[in-house]
Every structure is written in structure tokens, then in C-alpha cells.
């Protein structure tokens, strides 16, 4: 078993889903042939009828960085050290934390971060990728990560320039995206340029993770559907693949506390938490950036340091 593999195995997990997620490892992470859209569920054709309800990844009008956090010399910045796996990655990987190191606290991007951080949190897909746990994100010294891939980013679209409303994760196609707290499977529904996002309410009700950009059907897999209840590490789906050939997790948060559910999915389907490049973030719209770090520290703690 590699040491990504063992990500999710210490701390947290209960028993069911600390089995499959060691199955699924042992395994070496393998996929069985893609599903039949032969006889679609009920609620999946649904979805496929209304459409897509994201925006596709768009142009950068302000480049990426050539060098992403964690890659290089960490003597300035890493407050943890995590090996690099495969014979090309021989550079470590650095796990921030800002609440130990200001230097590297989040900036306020424009709309107020994901509040009420989970007591136990898991990084939200299982990856071999060579910048797994980096998370792109803007601090008062500059960006960490690819400029690109953080939240608030430049867009530029068909339609115009928008605000990138999550986070772009490193991942390859077919790793399997876990759920990254406990809670309650909100929504399936169609993404952009043929992938899909699972929508998952947290146990409080308080919060929605929008996990952007898995292969369609590959849910079925783990026998996932709306108003399933799933517990942390969790697996969910699995990474798609754009039309383009991009390989990501996108990852959204929103604070909908005291919202029903079918307000919060018909807000979802209409558009409404997009973000125009000249307005106000969406009320709803929360920045991923410390609910990632938080999930990415804690991830390393149990892989290397057995706690977390």
C-alpha cells in the first residue's frame, strides 16, 4: 500500500467505511468498466433532462503560476513535509498551516470563508497526483498554488468575465473523490463539458460541499444516490474527464443554514451562485480556502503522523 493510500486509514472512520476504503487501496485504487447508460435510475434522467447547472473552467486572464506550493525549496514555507512518490517526484510536499504561521492566512477574496470547520475532515479525493494536498489559495504575500485554480480567480468565458466561485484540486481521471465530512448526499447533477458534481449537505445541515467535475454514472459504483447518508472518507465517485481532457476535483462551499433543501437545489439549477466578475459574491458563496487547508493538515497528521 502506497503512503497516499493510507490517507484515510487512521482516525475518524468507521468501521464499513474504513474496510472499503482499505479494499478499495489494496487494490490499487482500480476501476471496473465504465457503467451502461442502458437504464438510467429515475432521478438521473431527471437531472440529464434539466441540463447543466455549471460553468465550464474557462481562460485565465492572469496566467497560472509555473511553480505551485509545495514544489522547491520549503524552507520558507512548509510547516510539514509529506515524501513525493514515483520516481518524477522526488521534491516534498508542504502542508500549510495558517492558524500556526500568519504569513500564510487566507486574504479575504470577497465572500466570508467556510465557517463551522467539521471536528473530523478528510482531503476530498484519493490521488497519487504529485501535487495532491495543494491548495491554491491567495495570501498577503502572494498566491500559493496556481494562481488559476484559487477562489476568486479571473475567468473568461463566452458570456464574459466571471470569478472562479471554488477551487481547482490536482487529481487524475478516475481517482476516487470520498466524501470530505459526514453528511447527507444532497444532489447528483450534471456539471459541465460532460462531467457531474455530487452535492453533499453537512450532518449540521449548515453547510454544502460541492464536488465538481466526476465521471457520470461513476456514483453507482459505490452505490450512492440523493438522500444518502455518508460518513468522512466515504467514497462517492470517481474524477472525470472534460471534453477538453482536464482532470480535477472542483470544490465549492456555501452557507445554507436554516435553507431546505429545495430552495438550496433550485438555486443550484438556476445559476444563482455563479459569480459576475462586476458583482457581489453570491450570499450563499463561501471560500473553500481554510476548510481545505484545515482538511489537508489533518490528512497528513493521519497518514504520517497517526493522529488528526
Keep these: 500500500m502506497t503512503t497516499t493510500g493510507r490517507v484515510l486509514l487512521a482516525g475518524g472512520l468507521g468501521l464499513g467505511t474504513l474496510w472499503l476504503v482499505r479494499r478499495l487501496v489494496d487494490t490499487g485504487l482500480k476501476r471496473p468498466a465504465r457503467p451502461s447508460e442502458a437504464e438510467l435510475e429515475p432521478w438521473e434522467r431527471e437531472a440529464l433532462d434539466v441540463g447543466d447547472v455549471g460553468l465550464p473552467e474557462g481562460h485565465d486572464p492572469a496566467g497560472i503560476d509555473e511553480v505551485p506550493v509545495g514544489r522547491g525549496s520549503p524552507a520558507d514555507y512548509c510547516i510539514t513535509l509529506a515524501a513525493g512518490e514515483g520516481d518524477d517526484d522526488t521534491a516534498p510536499h508542504c502542508v500549510l498551516d495558517p492558524l500556526s504561521d500568519p504569513r500564510f492566512a487566507p486574504v479575504d477574496r470577497g465572500a466570508p470563508q467556510a465557517a463551522g470547520e467539521p471536528s473530523n475532515s478528510t482531503w476530498p479525493v484519493l490521488t497519487s497526483h504529485r501535487s495532491r494536498l495543494v491548495v491554491s489559495y491567495w495570501t498577503q504575500g502572494g498566491v500559493r498554488g ?62 454544502v460541499v460541492n464536488l465538481g467535475e466526476v465521471e457520470k454514472l461513476s456514483w453507482r459504483e459505490f452505490g450512492i444516490k440523493p438522500g444518502q447518508t455518508v460518513h468522512v472518507g466515504q467514497p462517492l465517485a470517481r474524477i472525470g474527464v472534460q471534453t477538453k481532457g482536464s482532470t480535477m476535483l472542483h470544490l465549492e462551499t456555501y452557507g445554507v443554514d436554516g435553507v431546505d433543501d429545495e430552495a438550496v437545489v433550485a438555486a443550484i439549477r438556476a445559476g444563482d451562485l455563479s459569480w459576475p466578475a462586476d458583482s457581489a459574491a453570491p450570499a450563499w458563496l463561501r471560500d473553500p480556502t481554510a476548510y481545505l487547508l484545515t482538511a489537508a493538515k489533518r490528512t497528513y497528521q493521519r497518514e504520517q503522523l497517526g493522529t488528526g
Excluded: Q
Design 146 to 207: 496556481y494562481s488559476g485554480r484559487a477562489f476568486a480567480a479571473k475567468r473568461m468565458d463566452n458570456d464574459g468575465p466571471r470569478k472562479h466561485a471554488g477551487i481547482d484540486l490536482f487529481a487524475n481521471d478516475g481517482d476516487i473523490v470520498v466524501a470530505p465530512e459526514d453528511g447527507r448526499v444532497l444532489a447528483i447533477l450534471p456539471f459541465n463539458a460532460g462531467t457531474w458534481a455530487v452535492y453533499l449537505r453537512s450532518v449540521l445541515d449548515d453547510r
